[in-house]
């Protein structure tokens, strides 16, 4: 109950943060990231599809919190 109840509220302060500007942004290379990083994008731009929400990765986070991993797969 705690994990959840401290996922809940972290995922709520992290929404209520906001975007970051284009400053703090400033020097950020994305291809070099995908470049290094590139089974992370797949896996971010395969479950962003469109129609998706911030509110689907909620769920669906909260789900594997709960139920665990096998139940993402059944």
Do not use: K, N, W
């Not at 470049?35 to 509110?55: H, I, L, S």
Request: proline share 5%; glycine share 8%.
């Amino acid at each position: 109950m705690l994990t959840v109840l401290r996922f809940t509220v972290g995922y709520v302060l992290e929404e209520q943060a906001g975007r970051p500007d284009a400053d703090s942004l400033a020097g950020f290379d994305m291809a070099a990231y995908a470049a290094a990083y590139p089974t992370v994008m797949a896996g971010v731009t395969e479950y962003f599809q469109p129609g998706r929400t911030v509110d689907d990765l909620f769920r669906d986070c909260l789900e594997l919190i709960v139920h665990g991993p096998a139940a993402q797969s059944a």
